[in-house]
């Protein structure tokens, strides 16, 4: 069983691995089927679950709740964590999509969260995107007042280069304690761009999102290569699947990112919880990026 494990100096403890509640809307499921897979993902030590107020067209954060609502004990086995900053076309009032960072909309899309999650605190709240307009000091002004309220415990950003972290933070009294980035090894742009770095550098775990590619891992032709590379690497560390050796590559970062799983089949996230038994050389990791970017190292 997965333990929790603190992610910054002064962040949350959270599981190794995130179950991801992107697709909800997706799974088909009744609130009381979702009680029952939140308790089975417990089970195997998950108690971290990762939202955001657009997902499922606005949708997932309230779908989640209901089922809160109806084991209410549930709520002080999770660490929640949401993200807000975009609005999509899904509500009609916006005509075009776009990216909101002003104090009230991040006060307000909290307040939100908290009446979807049927809960007084969120532990965790993102800024979902670098907007363009983003001040700096109107987002910290935000976070501060959620903050001594006690209604969000930490606060992080996702998808942030180091200039647009280094420059929040800047404004803060308190350690951001996450960026959460896309890693996986159809993307591979943070391991050498500083991103990661960073994190390394403040003792700070990033959250991994789309290790598997969106599916493209699977799917995609251009990827048949990296398939036989991950295929070969399998056999040899003895996983069960790929997807248990692309977990096992992103963990092996020394940032240590906790990957988020997407998948709503208890059994596929079984299966991702034994990626953290799986142990990669350093040459077997470097095979692997080397059959996904499609050339050695200089």
């Keep these: 069983m997965l333990q929790p494990q603190a ?68 709520r002080q086995q999770l660490q929640i964590v949401t993200k807000c900053g975009i609005a ?46 983003m001040d700096a000091d109107e987002v910290a002004e935000a976070f501060l007042q959620l903050h001594q309220s006690g209604k969000v415990r930490h606060f992080g950003v996702s998808n942030f280069t180091t200039a647009q972290f280094t420059l929040l933070q800047s404004r803060l009294p308190f350690a951001l304690v996450t960026n959460q980035l896309e890693i996986s090894p159809l ?11 960073q994190c390394q550098q403040n003792r700070m775990r990033p959250m991994a999102w789309s290790c598997l590619g969106g599916g493209r891992l699977f799917n995609d032709p251009h990827y048949q290569p990296l398939r036989d590379e991950l295929a070969r690497v399998r056999e040899e560390i003895g996983a069960d699947n790929i997807e248990q050796v692309v977990y096992a590559w992103v963990m092996m970062l020394p940032s240590r990112p906790l990957p988020i799983i997407g998948s709503g089949k208890i059994a596929r996230v079984n299966e991702a919880v034994k990626a953290c038994e799986r142990k990669l050389d350093r040459q077997q990791w470097f095979r692997i990026r080397k059959a996904a970017i499609g050339y050695d190292v200089p």
């Design 7 to 74: 992610i910054a100096p002064q962040g949350p403890a959270f599981s190794p691995l995130i179950m991801g509640y992107w697709r909800l809307m997706e799974w088909g499921m009744t609130p009381q089927q979702l009680v029952q897979f939140i308790h089975q993902h417990l089970s195997l030590g998950i108690t971290t679950v990762d939202h955001a107020d657009i997902y499922g067209d606005y949708q997932c954060e309230a779908a989640f709740g209901d089922a809160l609502r109806l084991a209410p004990a549930l």
């Design 88 to 133: 999509t076309r899904a509500k009609p009032e916006h005509k075009i999509g776009h990216y909101i960072t002003e104090a009230s909309h991040i006060l307000n899309s909290a307040e939100n969260s908290l009446r979807h999650f049927a809960t007084d605190y969120l532990d965790l709240l993102l800024i979902h995107r670098p907007d363009p307009l």
């Design 187 to 197: 993307e591979q742009s943070s391991l050498l761009d500083g991103t990661l770095d």
